[in-house]
């Protein structure tokens, strides 16, 4: 099987980016701890308010999706109110 890679995107007010920093920090330590992905945040060139989440290389769907629903929930992301949109590819 080949590796996944998730990509997360969502708005969020610039101005606040401090506090969802430390959120985003929260959830990678937890999804690292328990899958072994560490994720990477990046934020759209020509649109600050637009944030993306990117996890490589994942091998097991059903586990990582298990470790990203649980980091959002423990991170305190889900309070936030944040849309998340997740796409999801394999290599050709």
Known sequence: MNPLNYYVYYKFDPARVAD?????????????????IQGEWQRRRDDPSTFMEIYLDVMDAAQFDRALAGAI?????ADLGIQRVTEIFQCA
């Open 73 to 77: 929930e423990q991170s305190g992301f």
């Open 20 to 36: 969802l920093r430390t959120v985003v920090e929260k959830l990678f330590m937890q999804v690292s701890a328990a899958s072994g």
